[in-house]
């Protein structure tokens, strides 16, 4: 029982303050924060640890089968999102020396192609005026980033941001302040927005994370109170732009991953306003999220494997939420989800062994199954990753040691999907090794977790597969391609590692008062470089024979992301 109540307490009222802390130069060792939302390593009775079995130990042999006629839906370009903060210049988006942003950050975004961009939380939504992000530099104000804490200059507003937006061709996702905003001030901004920005805002959410109670903003509220909040906010907003789609926060508990405070905050929220809610934005796809002394002492094997099941749970989770979105909506007004928030996290403590992988490789492949897993959920609409940058440790693109912003494994594979994923998505079943997790962090325990990861897209032509190899050994995998008579030549694109904790050599940052615990090292994750990480291509010939099913043997990689895309691909019929 213990382990529950500490496991349903919400941690991320304080996860902001920490990381706040650390750029404000402040103490760790003041003690002034709640252990028990989120506990520090050293919490726990001493444990026994379980040795994971290493994944090359599993049977290597699977089959991926593609059914071209069988169609399960258009994959929204939407799903390819990303979030960035307005706190600290936009957590270094905005050069205070050069009085511009950042061109190194706007070059990798560009390069990197996000279709959607959050602002201006996470947490910091629910604090945040927009309007103190206008105007000339030099006459913008100095506010606390959250009610009693540091404070920042607006130097990022919405003007920078919305540059940054223009220049990743990138359309903006905006959370309005229903912590202590009103109503009027979240419908000025959509006028702002269509008026004096451009092009027009579509997608608007009300609130980030006020279902947990203490958040962090200080406006956490009981489901009847956002309720009627969120529809004032809504017929406001959509008297300036009936178009546009407005966004209620919410989700389900699951297993060991209890962030929402009240269990029925969802279901109550939805019997009051489900006639005036387009999506339902939920937080349910962070992992592992370590908890206590025992998960900070398991074999770092078990760590990942947890890690890479997580997302079996997120998409059951995400079954869930849209059967219970099925019970409340309307015929005629169907409600879709948004993951606005999203990714791998392990603890946010600098005296946690784990912080810092988040670049990791074993991050990466979780990146991979997740996104994976959003592509096979039909009522997923929208998921903005979070985020994007960070000179800390949860950036998918951080500093190095000279200070300049440079990619990690996570970054690398989303680009890897955003770039060669089509939009019509076709059936994919994978029969293949599994393994079985141990419960760690707010991860469950899991069986016949899949080693072998997949799903394919089919367009004017152009078969796109995209396989995610979790093991630490290579899979030969036989590809059956259904409905298919024959194609030309195949182009393959793969990320990988040599080891789960391979990474691209991003740095912590050196703060006075701050001193980060040794990392975790299972033999790469000291050694960060570039070249750790290694992006290849190549091809293979064309179909030999046509007129029947066609099959291609193909050997995946240990712990590897590979993009199989046929060209000229000609079907036949069942």
């Not at 206590?292 to 094997?301: C, S, Y």
Request: negative net charge; proline residues 7%; glycine residues 10%.
């Amino acid at each position: 029982m213990g382990l529950e109540v500490r496991l349903r307490q919400p941690w991320k009222t304080w996860a902001g303050p920490v990381l706040v802390s650390a750029l404000c130069a402040m103490a760790w060792a003041a003690g002034t924060h709640d252990s028990g939302a989120f506990p520090r390593p050293t919490d726990g009775q001493p444990v026994t640890v379980v040795p994971a079995p290493s994944l090359a130990e599993i049977p290597s042999a699977a089959e991926v089968v593609i059914d071209t006629l069988d169609v399960v839906r258009q994959v929204p370009a939407t799903l390819y999102g990303t979030n960035v903060e307005w706190i600290w210049g936009g957590q270094g988006l905005w050069s205070e020396c050069d009085r511009e942003l950042d061109p190194e950050a706007v070059k990798l975004c560009r390069q990197l192609g996000p279709t959607l961009i959050r602002f201006p939380g996470g947490v910091f939504s629910d604090c945040y005026d927009w309007r103190n992000g206008l105007g000339p530099q030099s006459a913008r104000p100095t506010t606390p980033i959250h009610p009693g804490g540091p404070v920042s200059r607006h130097s990022f507003g919405i003007q920078e941001f919305s540059e940054l937006a223009r220049a990743a061709d990138a359309k903006p996702l905006l959370t309005v302040n229903a912590g202590n905003g009103t109503a009027e001030m979240a419908a000025d901004w959509v006028r702002y927005m269509n008026r004096k920005v451009g092009p027009r805002v579509q997608y608007w959410e009300v609130g980030n994370e006020l279902y947990m109670a203490g958040d962090l903003s200080g406006g956490a509220l009981a489901a009847e109170t956002y309720a009627a909040k969120f529809a004032g906010f809504a017929d406001a907003m959509r008297s300036v732009d009936p178009r546009i789609h407005v966004g209620a926060i919410g989700g389900l508990n699951y297993d060991r991953y209890n962030f929402i405070t009240d269990d029925h905050w969802t279901e109550t929220v939805l019997g009051l306003v489900a006639d005036r809610i387009d999506f339902l934005a939920v937080h349910n796809a962070y992992a592992p999220v370590l908890m206590t002394g025992a998960d900070m002492a398991a074999d770092p094997r078990a760590v990942y494997a947890a890690l890479l099941a997580a997302p079996v749970g997120i998409e059951r989770n995400l079954a869930d939420v849209s059967a219970l979105l099925a019970a409340y909506e309307r015929p005629d007004r169907p409600i879709s989800i948004a993951v606005t928030e999203w990714g791998p996290l392990f603890q946010v403590t600098p005296d946690c062994p784990w912080v810092d992988h988040v670049k990791t490789m074993g991050s990466a492949l979780f990146v991979a199954s997740t996104l994976n897993a959003f592509l096979r959920s039909p009522r997923v609409e929208v998921a903005t990753f979070f985020k994007y940058n960070d000179p800390l440790f949860i950036g998918w693109i951080g500093r190095t040691a000279d200070g300049h912003w440079r990619t990690t494994a996570p970054y690398m594979v989303f680009s890897l999907y955003r770039h060669n994923l089509g939009r019509t998505m076709v059936r994919t079943t994978v029969a293949g090794p599994t393994y079985d997790s141990q419960a760690i962090g707010v991860v469950g325990a899991f069986s016949g977790v899949p080693c072998l990861d997949a799903v394919a897209t089919l367009d004017r032509g152009t078969l796109a597969v995209m396989v995610v190899n979790k093991s630490e050994g290579a899979i030969d995998g036989r590809l059956a391609l259904k409905g298919v008579t024959g194609y030309g030549g195949v182009q393959v694109k793969t990320v990988r590692a040599m080891s789960l904790d391979a990474n691209t050599g991003t740095v912590l940052p050196n703060i006075p008062g701050i001193t980060w615990a040794p990392q975790v090292d299972m033999g790469r994750f000291n050694l960060g470089d570039p070249g750790e990480i290694s992006v290849s291509s190549g091809k293979l010939p064309a179909a030999k024979s046509h007129g029947a099913d066609q099959s291609l043997s193909y050997t995946f990689p240990p712990l590897s992301v590979t993009c199989l895309t046929f060209k000229d691909v000609k079907r036949g019929s069942r």
